[in-house]
């Protein structure tokens, strides 16, 4: 699997249903809050993923990947690229078939250990803005061939 690969990410938009933020805040004006109310508006469930959080969004929050209780499809990582290499190996661990870094976080050791695990790998890039170009391909494609 390559990096950052559209038919990768129109698939996961396609397939997932549950999505776990980590770092998601319950402060309204972090990007990851609104990314998170964005992606409940598109009908994903999110999971919060941060020690200092009880609930975000209505959702119970986890102090870490490990202690999630249900498979998720997306592992979404609003942290500081140092940071990221530890929760890429939790996601392994879980099992999660994706990761996703969010814009400006860029982590090349983590890149390469999750596609080495077979994960697919999103890097640098932000779900809300990829999701919207994805869902306005899907409605260019229904209209065109209706």
């Known amino acids: 699997m390559a990096l950052n690969d559209p038919a990768a990410m129109d698939h996961l938009f396609a397939t997932a249903k549950i999505i776990a933020i980590v770092g998601l805040s319950s402060d309204e004006e972090r990007p990851s809050h609104g990314v998170a109310a964005y992606l409940q508006r598109q009908g994903y469930r999110i999971i919060p993923v941060n020690p200092y959080e009880r609930e975000v969004l209505g959702e119970r929050a986890y102090r870490d990947l490990q202690s999630v209780p249900e498979r998720v499809d997306i592992v979404n990582i609003f942290r500081r690229p140092t940071a990221v290499l530890p929760h890429v190996e939790e996601a392994i661990a879980m099992g999660a078939p994706a ?10 050791r983590a890149v390469e250990r999750a596609l ?20 306005a391909r899907r409605e260019m494609s229904r209209q065109v061939t209706a």
């Open 99 to 108: 990761v996703w870094m969010q814009l400006g976080v860029v982590n090349q």
């Open 116 to 135: 080495a695990a077979g994960l697919a790998v999103v890097q640098d890039r932000c779900i809300a803005v990829e999701h919207n170009r994805w869902r």
